[in-house]
């Protein structure tokens, strides 16, 4: 566990300050760029204050149970979900709480497993029936990376239909007309129909669904690019799948983006070392988790009024695309 000696080192102040700034120490005389050096720092550090650390159990949130919508295999080959995983273990690690986790099946899990538990995170999107039967054996339930139609249910996301359309504007403000879309049906596949329906560019040869990962998005791009009028930028789901087509698209002889932009989705790490360098949509895939545990012990803690938590998106331009003018 990280200790306030630590924080200090990385600061260079006195372990006493670090503890009287985590602390919320009013009276401590301190520059508002050191005290915002320690807190950051502790952030990144994973740190929590033995206030925060007890806050879980004081508030009675000992267990918690973790229900994936994908299989293991599955979540691995996604970098974002695993992301988005770690936020909520980390988060439950500085809080002393313990996570088990329960990935999806061809079978509901034990139900036995949910009961035990003082809370449950569910990640990603479940059916309606899922839904429901994760409502009844559930003591708190929390959503992370979806919002179940219900008013009454507690979730954290980013806004991925804003963060479509704040895509395919600045992609059209860049002169792409002809864009194409692979990937899961998802909101950002609705957002990108909507948008260039409304544009008056959409064409259904231009939309092609399939499996989210790096061969996905190989396969998809070579189907797109056997059309008569091939796109002039293709949109995909995530990164993996745009990895793939990165490689179909070297295959067929043509260039990024000299012959065809990309841009994607999640801004995982391996991005930016793609030749060229990834144009992406950056998810706060950590956030959401952590956010998801906040909401959590909230619940634990009494609140009735159900909260449904939007974070923002960023645009990260690179290679991958043409650029847009500097601000």
């Excluded at 299989?71 to 979900?81: A, G, I, K, M």
């Excluded at 923002?312 to 500097?326: D, N």
Aim: proline residues 4%; contains cysteine; glycine residues 6%.
């Amino acid at each position: 566990m990280v200790t306030l000696k630590e924080i200090a080192a990385a600061v260079g102040v006195s372990s006493a300050t670090v503890s009287r700034v985590l602390n919320y120490d009013t009276t401590l005389s301190i520059s508002n760029r050191k005290r915002q050096a320690i807190i950051e720092t502790a952030e990144k550090l994973n740190y929590a204050t033995p206030r925060n650390r007890n806050r879980a159990n004081v508030q009675g949130l000992t267990k918690l149970a973790l229900v994936h919508f994908l299989r293991p295999e599955q979540e691995l080959v996604d970098p974002y979900y695993v992301a988005l995983r770690l936020g909520i273990e980390s988060r439950c690690a500085a809080l002393k709480i313990e996570t088990v986790k329960v990935y999806h099946t061809d079978a509901k899990p034990d139900a036995g497993m949910l009961q035990s538990a003082s809370g449950v995170i569910a990640i990603g999107r479940h059916d309606e029936d899922e839904i429901e039967w994760l409502q009844r054996h559930a003591k708190q339930l929390v959503f992370a990376d979806h919002a179940p139609p219900d008013d009454q249910i507690d979730s954290v996301q980013a806004d991925l239909r804003l963060a479509m359309e704040k895509l395919l504007q600045s992609l059209a403000n860049l002169g792409y007309r002809r864009i194409a879309y692979i990937g899961w049906g998802d909101r950002r596949a609705q957002a990108f129909v909507q948008w260039m329906t409304k544009a008056g560019w959409f064409d259904d040869r231009m939309f092609r669904s399939g499996d989210n990962t790096e061969q996905g998005g190989y396969r998809l791009t070579k189907e797109i690019f056997s059309e008569k009028r091939p796109p002039d930028a293709i949109i995909t789901f995530n990164d993996s799948m745009a990895i793939g087509a990165y490689r179909a698209i070297h295959e067929m002889g043509l260039t990024i983006p000299g012959d065809v932009g990309v841009a994607s989705f999640n801004d995982i790490s391996v991005a930016q070392f793609l030749n060229p360098p990834l144009t992406t949509v950056h998810l706060p895939a950590e956030e959401i988790g952590e956010g998801a545990v906040e909401l959590l012990l909230e619940r634990v803690g009494g609140r009735e009024l159900a909260k449904q938590i939007t974070l923002a998106s960023k645009l990260v331009w690179r290679g991958s695309t043409r650029q847009p003018p500097e601000k």
